[in-house]
T-cell receptor, first 114, second 113 residues
């Protein structure tokens, strides 16, 4: 019963490097989300997807790209990492858009850009 | 501007004591309010979800209250345990689905023996 799994758990990047964070869910959820969590702030939505093949921008999308080629996977890419992208990234999934629908979060990816 | 503010930022209590965490929000229109528990190094886990018409909801030793008129919510923890040490996050959902979640910064609770 894995739920939502994020890979990797930790990563250190140099400025300008690229990387992809992987989120996988085994609950057959349509909706998937990427958030970032910074000290003293609430989680902020980066991008989200309402189904396979669809993506949409959230509150803080700049510097990130996403893809949802398979229903169970949601990838977050950083093409040219910047120190401002140092954060903890959380993926979440849900069966519906809201109105009481539960969301399940992964364990997070701690990214440091030096 | 839609905002969710939580108080206090941090709290230390002794094991076995009760505590209450506060959440004020300005999100409008309002759909539902959630409380999450986030252990250090882990993702948030849902404790309660309340809609506009619900005043209180319990989950074991956790009881959440909601006053939609004053736009305030509280999370009461009874007979605290060491395992309650975590951050507690208030999340308010506006209209338009899950992409409209507004997260508070959280209250960090430490329960000491």
């Amino acid at each position: 019963n894995a739920g939502v799994t994020q890979t990797p758990k930790f990563r250190v990047l140099k400025t300008g490097q690229s990387m992809t964070l992987l989120c996988a869910q085994d609950m057959n959820h349509e909706y998937m989300y990427w958030y970032r969590q910074d000290p003293g702030m609430g989680l902020r939505l980066i991008h989200y997807s309402v189904g396979e093949g669809t993506t949409a921008k959230g509150e803080v999308p700049d510097g990130y790209n996403v893809s949802r080629l398979k229903k169970q996977n949601f990838l977050l890419g950083l093409e040219s990492a910047a120190p401002s992208q140092t954060s903890v990234y959380f993926c979440a999934s849900s069966s519906g858009p809201g109105e009481g629908t539960e969301a399940f979060f992964g364990q997070g990816t701690r990214l440091t850009v030096v | 501007k839609n905002q969710v503010e939580q108080s206090p930022q941090s709290l230390i209590i002794l094991e076995g004591k009760n505590c209450t965490l506060q959440c004020n929000y300005t999100v409008s229109p309002f759909s539902n309010l959630r409380w999450y528990k986030q252990d250090t190094g882990r993702g948030p886990v849902s404790l309660t979800i309340m809609t506009f018409s619900e005043n209180t909801k319990s989950n074991g030793r956790y009881t959440a209250t909601l006053d939609a008129d004053t736009k305030q919510s509280s999370l009461h923890i009874t007979a605290s345990q060491l395992s309650d040490s975590a951050s507690y996050i208030c999340v308010v959902s506006g209209s338009g689905g899950y992409n409209k979640l507004i997260f508070g910064a959280g209250t960090r609770l430490a329960v000491h023996p």
